[in-house]
């Protein structure tokens, strides 16, 4: 079946960059998606990406694919307090279909 | 980007009672309904899809006696816990897509249910 990982926790500086690291196992994922959960609330989609691009730009944020190797990044630029929050990746093998999620990588500001 | 409600945001309920929570589409026709369930400091995990006016298709392991849903209309899907008991204590979360082929699914913000 589908297995999505991440790192579970990421803390940086207010101005740096953030990188969050993905990986997937299932071949067949068609869309890739990043979300941001704040405490206590649903989930908001920041950006997703198709498998067959390489990079998708969207503002400060930053999608990175290496299909080959199953890997999905997602990088914040000039990080705000306000990003504090956990980000998911998902994945789906089809436009609109079920989510297969990963575990979450909490995101730390500092200010 | 379409708007999904979802009520109540929170709820404590007895053990042995049902609880009945709620997933609205507000401005557009969802076709499909995705039930989630998160336990704390945890993913989200599927427990079914839902499709307008047919049975919900329940992922393995959810016991679909315990876990109704219903999708009657092309804006509401309810979720009831029957007989809840503490160990379903959870956040659980919807969300929508309409026509096939719809890129991405709209969430709820969410039911935290708390079973006492």
């Known amino acids: 079946g589908e297995d999505v990982e991440q790192s579970l926790f990421l803390s940086v500086r207010e101005g740096d960059s953030s990188v969050i690291n993905c990986t997937y196992t299932?071949?067949?994922?068609?869309?890739l998606y990043w979300y941001k959960q704040e405490p206590g609330a649903g989930l908001q989609l920041l950006t997703y990406?198709?498998?067959?691009?390489d990079m998708k730009q969207d503002q400060r944020l930053t999608v990175l694919l290496n299909k080959k190797d199953k890997h999905l990044s997602l990088r914040i630029a000039d990080t705000q307090t306000g990003d504090s929050a956990i980000y998911f990746c998902?994945?789906?093998?089809?436009?609109?279909?079920?989510?297969?999620f990963g575990g979450g990588t909490r995101v730390l500001v500092k200010p | 980007g379409a708007v999904v409600s979802q009520h109540p945001s929170w709820v404590i309920c007895k053990s042995g009672t049902s609880v009945k929570i709620e997933c609205r589409s507000l401005?557009?026709?969802?076709?499909?309904m995705f039930w989630y369930r998160q336990f704390p400091k945890q993913s989200l995990m599927l427990m079914a899809t839902?499709?307008?006016?047919?049975?919900?298709?329940?992922e393995q392991g959810v016991e679909k006696d315990k876990f109704l849903i219903n999708h009657a209309s092309l804006t509401l899907s309810t979720l009831t816990v029957t007989s809840a008991h503490p160990e379903d204590s959870s956040f659980y979360i919807c969300?929508?897509?309409?026509?096939?082929?719809?890129?991405?699914?709209?969430f709820g913000q969410g039911t935290r249910l708390t079973v006492v």
């Open positions: 969300s929508a897509r309409t026509r096939t082929g719809m890129t991405e699914a709209f």
């Open positions: 299932d071949s067949s994922s068609t869309y």
């Open positions: 990406i198709f498998s067959n691009m």
């Open positions: 998902a994945e789906s093998q089809a436009a609109g279909n079920k989510l297969t």
């Open positions: 401005d557009f026709q969802a076709t499909t």
């Open positions: 839902s499709n307008e006016g047919s049975k919900a298709t329940y």
